[in-house]
């Protein structure tokens, strides 16, 4: 009897077999805009194009008084769990949120 485990052998499911679990490996990697939640990608968007609007998202609660959906092409997000912004006419900003919206 054996007691000993070879954990240098990878254990995959033993109800995919080798091509549908490297499909299943890729369908679970996501970029950075994938991951990002519409409703903080619509608050990147609508900061970037300082669109005036009210803008708060804390975890998550994602709040947008004003502002636009994003272009389907906008790869940008938030990269902050917490934040509050306010867009005013005139393109005045005032913001918690001091970082880049290019995804990582």
């Not at 679970?28 to 803008?55: K, R």
């Not at 959906?69 to 867009?87: C, D």
């Amino acid at each position: 009897m054996k007691d000993e485990y070879d954990f240098s052998q990878s254990v995959g499911n033993p109800y995919l077999n080798q091509s549908e679990e490297a499909a299943s490996v890729q369908k679970g990697s996501v970029s950075a805009t994938q991951a990002s939640s519409p409703s903080l990608q619509s608050i990147a968007y609508s900061l970037d194009a300082l669109i005036p609007g009210f803008y708060l998202w804390c975890g998550p609660l994602k709040i947008r008084i004003g502002g636009s959906l994003p272009e389907e092409s906008y790869p940008g997000t938030i990269h902050k769990s917490v934040g509050i912004a306010l867009v005013l006419p005139g393109y005045r900003i005032y913001s918690t949120y001091q970082d880049s919206y290019n995804p990582r």
